[in-house]
């Protein structure tokens, strides 16, 4: 499975936006980039995923370079409720011996100050 | 939504007693279930990939024979820890999807105590 790197945490203010970063360089063409968060005693909860275009939903952004190899969430107006550990993974779906699983990492862990 | 729930919610039990948990897809039919292992303070661990109807594919170093999983229908699967041992205590949590491509929606976890 193609590895993510992501900084260990990090910290932000209520109401200012947060840029969450992912590297992940040896990426292949059927990895899409998924995000889920993970809050204190509760299971992972999805984000959002891409393949290559920005996507946007009413939780976040996933801005993803140009040539696939890193990846940012962008939560708009960070709130209490947001400080949790986010986790990006890659998920292969291409055929071929392919599954659906998802490797956790160690993920980022957000605090979020009033 | 997708919506996954877990039963119960945290268990309690004696060394060598076997405890079963349930995930529950409540809001869509699951061809996939997987399940998950977490120990404080570190990353969910893959333990097993469940397809309705199949064989449940565990992951290397899972004893198949001590984490008994059963999919039997679209909405329910079950993981039974046989004979629990105080190794055994962790956060037990399930996802779903409905489908092989499809994302995977997760439950909110079994805490699990052996004494």
């Known amino acids: 499975d193609a590895k993510t790197t992501q900084p260990n945490s990090m910290e932000s203010n209520e109401e200012e936006p947060v840029h969450l970063p992912c590297n992940h360089s040896?990426?292949?063409?059927?990895?899409?980039i998924h995000w889920y968060r993970q809050l204190p005693s509760q299971g992972p909860e999805y984000v959002i995923h891409g393949l290559t275009s920005n996507v946007n939903n009413r939780m976040a952004s996933l801005a993803i370079a140009e040539d696939r190899k890193s990846s940012t969430l962008i939560l708009h107006r960070a709130t209490l409720r947001d400080a949790a550990v986010y986790y990006c993974i890659l998920r292969d779906v291409g055929y071929g011996g392919a599954t659906n699983k998802l490797i956790f990492g160690t993920g980022t862990l957000l605090a979020v100050q009033p | 939504g997708a919506v996954v729930s877990q039963h119960p919610s945290r268990v309690i039990c004696k060394s060598g007693t076997s405890v079963k948990i349930e995930c529950r897809s409540l809001?869509?039919?699951?061809?996939?279930m997987f399940w998950y292992r977490q120990f404080p303070k570190q990353s969910l661990m893959l333990m097993a990939t469940?397809?309705?109807?199949?064989?449940?594919?565990?992951e290397q170093g899972v004893e198949k024979d001590k984490f008994l999983i059963n999919h039997a229908s679209l909405t329910l699967s079950t993981l039974t820890v046989t004979s629990a041992h105080p190794e055994d205590s962790s956060f037990y949590i399930c996802?779903?999807?409905?489908?092989?491509?499809?994302?995977?929606?997760f439950g909110p976890g079994t805490r699990l105590l052996v004494l």
């Open positions: 040896t990426i292949s063409g059927t990895d899409y």
């Open positions: 469940s397809n309705e109807g199949s064989k449940a594919t565990y």
């Open positions: 996802s779903a999807s409905r489908g092989y491509q499809e994302t995977q929606y």
């Open positions: 809001d869509f039919q699951a061809t996939t």
